[in-house]
């Protein structure tokens, strides 16, 4: 026999449907600490299924109005065309991730899922637990007679089970606040809604606050299949994921442009979701500027090999010193690497910094002075033409800078950075950067640190060609350059 409660023993029929309820949910904490996984700009649940119906029976006993939706492949559709839908999706406390659909975008997107946590398969977990805690259910929605059908198969597997009333889903929207009234008239702690998607996620989110049940869950056509009206896919077929095959098979026409049209939509619109998520577009955007850096670089280093052998001649000829100097500088990620310049100082310079750090012109991290007297005659010439830094072409061309990025630190520079100038690191280093082609050494070092880190935040080809251009201007002027 069907266990129920009498709706008008419990509470008066409509004046607790129309009292606000300014309920306090003293399970906020643990909403919050419960693993999401964001798809879609949704947040699902990770989990298993015995956790969750353990975790919604425990809700049911709070005083608050928990809601709890599922996501799928045909919800994602829905959602792209039906802002009242999405805004609902969004204002849940808890969405579980349901169907192959959903593993296929997070698998697509790099996220992690747990178990598929569709409602046909969680209804009787949850029933199971809500029949030993003691906690009733109410059932409201499908054609009439089939979530009475429906509770009546659940009551049989588990006789303890409170079923607090049913009722199909047909009724005029001015009939809304007579329903609501039934519902919490019932005593009900779960509430189960099987209106279909959008309509009962919407009914769902515009009524929260006038339930008094403690779990509130839009379940869709599940009762359909505990009712007997419609058969389940074999578990063979749910077990690789082909149970919408089945179902297609069992109602053609109604589900034809929800599962022909609609999945292909679906899975483009995955395709674009995870190439958001990965960041692909930044990605190849990133690959095509250092595979342009290498070939440019390539291609510069061999115009510009007769100005290398001109400048090389005049460094040899003013002190017999070596042409190049090479420095570990820190690369992308903190990496060191091996930088080349042309030699524009004495071949002892770096042994007479300590004598002179003291006189640096410029506050913070980096040394900078106007009139180093470790500059040699030539190397003024080559600093003031910023044609020092032209063999940074071959870190270029061997991949360890670019040509647009931040410029390469010291790593004794990179000790002192604080946490924002980190984020400097990020990145490839560069030949020529914002703030070399807006003053270079006359920018304040921290400065330096934020145009860098907009770069990288903001960086594109565009961008790059722009401060290219820029360079030139820059190195005629030669503002800053010392």
């Known amino acids: 026999m069907l266990k129920r409660f009498e709706a008008d023993t419990v509470f008066p029929l409509l004046d607790t449907a129309m009292q606000p309820q300014a309920r306090r949910n003293p399970f906020a904490e643990t909403l919050r600490q419960i693993p999401r996984a964001r798809l879609f700009g949704l947040d699902l649940v990770v989990s298993t299924r015995a956790h969750v119906a353990d975790e919604l029976v425990a809700m049911a006993r709070s005083s608050e109005c928990v809601t709890v939706q599922f996501v799928n492949a045909h919800c994602v559709n829905i959602a792209q065309t039906n802002p009242a839908y999405r805004d609902a999706l969004a204002r849940a406390d808890f969405l579980l991730p349901d169907g192959s659909g959903m593993a296929i975008a997070a698998s697509l997107a790099g996220a992690q899922l747990g178990e598929n946590l569709n409602g046909t398969d969680l209804f009787p977990e949850l029933c199971r637990r809500a029949a030993e805690r003691g906690q009733s259910i109410y059932l409201l929605g499908g054609k009439p007679g089939i979530a009475t059908a429906a509770a009546q198969a659940m009551v049989d597997r588990y006789p303890a089970l409170r079923i607090a009333g049913t009722r199909d889903g047909f009724w005029n929207t001015g009939d809304d606040d007579r329903v609501v009234a039934e519902i919490n008239a019932s005593g009900a702690a779960i ?40 058969p ?104 060191p690497f091996r930088m080349w310049k ?43 033409l910023s044609l020092d830094e032209l063999p940074q072409l071959i870190n270029i061309f061997a991949g360890d800078m670019s040509v647009v990025g931040p410029r390469p630190a010291l790593p004794r520079e990179v000790v002192g950075y604080h946490d924002d100038a980190r984020e400097r690191l990020t990145g490839k280093p560069g030949l020529t950067c914002i703030w070399q082609v807006s003053g270079r050494a006359d920018i304040p070092f921290e400065r330096q640190v934020e145009l860098d880190v907009m770069y990288l935040r903001t960086r594109s080809l565009l961008t790059d060609l722009v401060l290219i251009l820029r360079t030139v201007p820059a190195i005629i002027t030669a503002r800053g350059a010392y």
Request: glycine letters at 10%; one cysteine or more.
């Open 191 to 230: 509430v189960l809604v099987g209106l279909g998607v959008p309509r009962q996620e919407i009914w769902i989110d515009q009524f929260r606050d006038r339930l008094m049940a403690h779990v509130v869950m839009g379940v869709g056509g599940l009762f359909d299949y505990y009712s007997g009206a419609i």
């Open 342 to 384: 042309f030699r524009s100082m004495v071949i002892d310079a770096e042994a007479r910094l300590a004598a002179i750090r003291a006189m640096s012109e410029r506050d913070g991290t980096c040394f900078k002075m106007k009139r180093d007297p470790r500059v040699t005659r030539i190397g003024a010439v080559l600093r003031r």
């Open 232 to 335: 389940r896919a074999p578990a063979a077929i749910r077990r690789v994921g082909c149970e919408w095959m089945w179902r297609l098979a069992q109602e053609p026409r109604r589900l034809f442009a929800r599962y022909v049209l609609g999945n292909p939509r679906f899975l483009a619109s995955a395709l674009v979701h995870a190439w958001q998520a990965r960041d692909l577009s930044a990605r190849v955007s990133l690959t095509m500027k250092h595979g342009a850096d290498r070939i440019a670089a390539g291609i510069a280093l061999l115009l510009l090999s007769p100005l290398f052998l001109l400048v090389g001649a005049a460094i040899r000829l003013e002190d017999g010193g070596p042409v190049f100097f090479r420095q570990t500088r820190i690369g992308a990620n903190g990496r």
